[in-house]
């Protein structure tokens, strides 16, 4: 079975901080990860994405991730948080040999402080 | 371009009732996923079309659950009999999905439905 854990539902940082949302998964085959990010009434939008190329993945609005297979983690990272980033993040994990279905974690609250 | 559509955004029903929700995929794009969103959840994996056929339909819950793609494009998730516990966001997902290969999703903004 596969799975990812976010650790933390909500975290809260200031605005110009590190963000650091923290993603663990479970797969026993080389996985495919991503990050979404959830706007409130909003639909699931691609962050980033990790296929087993370069382990470090730069993303949208400033995000990065690094695929790390000997902590099996997939972090989202920003060096310096805007007030715009304040939203719900989700990590999903998928792999070719079981369809293509993803699985995602139960999300991540991201709350900017002015 | 065009996105993923669902409608209605929005659907209450009542306990018993029978409803079908829509998804228009982005155009060309093969792969077709429904997830449904619990309050506080994550997306959780319903079904899977590639092309008109349910490719894997392991993530359907019981047997109220159905959804069809009949021209491999629109897709329509029915339940019938509703309950309660129903009450959820019915998110629709398409990907221009290469065979052995694993491709972006691209999510609609979701069906919110209630159940009285």
Not at chain 1, 78 to 94: G, I, L, R
Not at chain 2, 13 to 37: F, N
Not at chain 2, 75 to 102: F, H, M, N, P, W
């Amino acid at each position: 079975a596969q799975s990812v854990t976010q650790l933390g539902s909500h975290v809260s940082v200031s605005e110009g901080a590190l963000v650091l949302l923290r993603c663990n998964y479970s797969s026993s085959v080389p996985p495919y990860l991503f990050w979404y990010v959830q706007y409130p009434n909003q639909g699931l939008q691609l962050l980033l994405k990790y296929t087993s190329a370069a382990t470090l993945v730069k993303g949208i609005n400033g995000f990065e991730a690094e695929f790390k297979k000997s902590e099996t983690s997939f972090h989202l990272t920003k060096p310096s948080a805007h007030m715009s980033d304040a939203a719900e993040y989700f990590c999903a994990v998928s792999r070719s040999n079981t369809g293509n279905q993803f699985y995602f974690g139960t999300g991540t609250s991201l709350t900017v402080i002015p | 371009g065009a996105g993923v559509s669902q409608t209605p955004s929005n659907k209450v029903t009542e306990k018993g009732k029978y409803v079908e929700l829509r998804c228009d995929p982005i155009s060309g794009h093969t792969a077709l996923y429904w997830y449904r969103q619990s309050l506080g959840q994550g997306p959780e994996f319903l079904i899977y079309f590639q092309g008109t056929g349910a490719a894997d339909d392991s993530g359907l819950p019981n047997d109220r659950f159905f959804a069809v793609r009949p021209e491999g494009s629109v897709s329509t998730l029915k339940i019938q009999r509703t309950e309660r516990g129903d009450s959820a966001v019915y998110l629709c997902a398409s990907s221009a999905q290469l065979a052995g290969g694993i491709d972006t999703q691209y999510f609609g903004p979701g069906t919110r439905l209630t159940v009285l």
